[in-house]
């Protein structure tokens, strides 16, 4: 992927009105960012300013941290399978590789890279810095 669209994937990330996401468990807040193409987004739970758990999706293929992980996870989405009847695009499944995806982990860094200014992306490039 090209330096032009890791930028327009990272400028296309767009924050969720808070109001319409599920509710989260007592003491967190959730906040969520679509990006300008299906299956694009950041999900992050915080506690009092910290993350306590971020997802990533782009493109059938997945990131994700909590602190009892042992550094980032990665692995695949079923939202590009359109074989199942059963499939709502707004249910998302994830299956874990065995092995870290650190292409994946290079291109993601490189979007969140984009953002690094604003606090949240700055808190997750630290996670990946320490993976």
């Known amino acids: 992927m090209d330096q032009d669209e ?3 994937l990272g400028a296309s ?6 109001g319409i996401l599920s509710p989260a468990k007592e003491g967190i807040t959730k906040v969520w960012y679509q990006g300008g193409e299906p299956y694009f987004d950041v999900v992050v739970e915080l506690r009092h300013g910290k993350i306590e758990w971020f997802q990533f ?3 059938g293929k997945s990131i994700s941290w909590k602190p009892e992980f042992s550094g ?3 692995g695949k989405t079923n939202e590009l399978q359109t074989d199942d ?4 695009p707004a249910s998302k499944l994830i299956e874990h590789n065995n092995q870290k995806d650190h292409k994946f982990i290079q291109l993601a860094g490189a979007i969140l890279q984009t953002r690094a ?3 949240i992306f700055k808190q997750i490039l630290t996670l990946f810095d320490a993976a």
């Open 6 to 8: 890791i930028k327009r």
């Open 13 to 18: 990330l767009r924050q969720i009105d808070p």
């Open 57 to 59: 999706t782009l493109r």
């Open 72 to 74: 980032l996870q990665t």
């Open 85 to 88: 009847l059963t499939f709502h």
């Open 117 to 119: 200014d604003e606090p």
